[in-house]
C-alpha cells in the first residue's frame, strides 16, 4: 500500500520561505518511470499541478507562476520529496498534495500544470498573508 505523508505547512508573511516534506512508504521514489511533485488546492481556482521531477532523468519542472521562486527534490536514502518555497505570495495560498504519478510527467490538457493520476498525500495549508 502506497502511502504520502506531507508536513510542513503554516503561516508565513509574503516574501517568506517554507519547505514542505512528503514521506512516502510503499514506494521507492527511485522507481523508474515516475513522477513525483506537487499539486495544490483552493476552492476558487481548484487543483494546480504545480511541479514535477522526471526519476528517469531527475528533471524538474514547474508552472509559470512558480518557476524560480519554487524548488522540488528528493531524498532517495529517507524516501522522501521536498518542495521548497521561497519568496511567497498571497496566491499561493492553498492546500498543497505531494503526489505520484506511475507514468511520469503529465501535462493537463491545454499544458498549463501537471497531472497526478496515481497517488497523494492528505494535504497541508500554506497560508500566506500579513
Known amino acids: 500500500q502506497v502511502q504520502l505523508v506531507e508536513s510542513g505547512g503554516g503561516s508565513v508573511q509574503p516574501g517568506g520561505s517554507l519547505r514542505l516534506s512528503c514521506a512516502v512508504s510503499?514506494?521507492?521514489?527511485?522507481?523508474?518511470?515516475?513522477?513525483i511533485g506537487w499539486f495544490r488546492q483552493t476552492p476558487g481556482k481548484g487543483r494546480e499541478g504545480v511541479s514535477c521531477l522526471s526519476v528517469n532523468d531527475g528533471s524538474t519542472n514547474y508552472i509559470e507562476s512558480v518557476r524560480g521562486r519554487f524548488t522540488v527534490s528528493r531524498d532517495n536514502a529517507e524516501n522522501t520529496m521536498y518542495l521548497q518555497m521561497d519568496n511567497l505570495k498571497s496566491e499561493d495560498t492553498a492546500v498543497y498534495y505531494c503526489a505520484i504519478d506511475l507514468t511520469g510527467c503529465s501535462l493537463r490538457d491545454g499544458g498549463k500544470d501537471y497531472y497526478f493520476h496515481d497517488y497523494w498525500g492528505q494535504g497541508t495549508q500554506v497560508t500566506v498573508s500579513s
Open positions: 510503499g514506494l521507492r521514489l527511485d522507481y523508474y518511470g515516475i513522477g
